[in-house]
């Protein structure tokens, strides 16, 4: 076992991209991508949230014309656009969520499943706590799935679901409402 019980694992960028999730500079060109006028799939999905042609329009300019190469970095110049700019974050990454990418297991989430060390009566796991910044939830997807398919007892997967520390700006549902949609959209 690699970790003990205070061990934090904070998580930045580069964490789930052997999952086939971009990076922040491949990220932002797709959400320009996806706010040009033209993408009617994408932008009749900002109109069904609530946001007008010119907000889509207007934050598209703002995004596609700043010299900030990730949408974090033009956000934390232009904090009133938090809200289209996390509409549009989800709007890119949910279609890259598959399940086809996390199973069967590879690169260093199922060596990450298997250090927590879930075992014992109560799988506590061994360390204290998951901090991710990354947006997606693929991470939090595959330990939870990974637990419920490996263990019979439901204690370690809601110990697992304990772990997980997402800060502001990530994205939700939790991955139950994910695997169902995921699932559905699949059949």
């Known amino acids: 076992m690699i970790f003990d019980q205070n061990t934090v694992l904070v998580l930045g960028a580069g964490a789930s991209s052997p999952y086939k999730f971009p990076l922040g500079r491949k990220l932002k060109p797709l ?8 993408k009617s799939k994408h932008r009749s999905h900002f109109l069904a949230a609530g946001f007008s042609e010119n907000d889509i329009d207007e934050f598209h300019a703002d995004l596609a014309r700043s010299v900030n190469t990730t949408i974090d970095s033009f956000l934390e110049d232009r904090p009133s656009r938090r809200k289209i700019a996390a509409f549009a974050i989800a709007s890119a990454l949910v279609p890259l ?8 297991p590879t690169d260093w989430y199922p060596i990450l499943f298997k250090e927590l060390a879930l075992r014992g009566d109560y799988g506590e796991p061994t360390v204290s706590a998951i901090i991710t910044f990354n947006y997606d939830r693929s991470l939090e997807h595959y330990l939870t799935e990974t637990a419920k398919r490996t263990y019979e007892n439901d204690q370690r997967v809601r110990a697992l679901n304990t772990l997980a520390r997402l800060p502001t700006g990530a994205l939700r549902p939790k991955p139950k409402q994910r695997r169902d949609r995921t699932s559905s959209s699949e059949s």
């Open 31 to 38: 959400i320009v991508d996806n706010t040009k006028k033209g």
């Open 97 to 104: 969520e598959s399940e086809d990418s996390l199973f069967p």
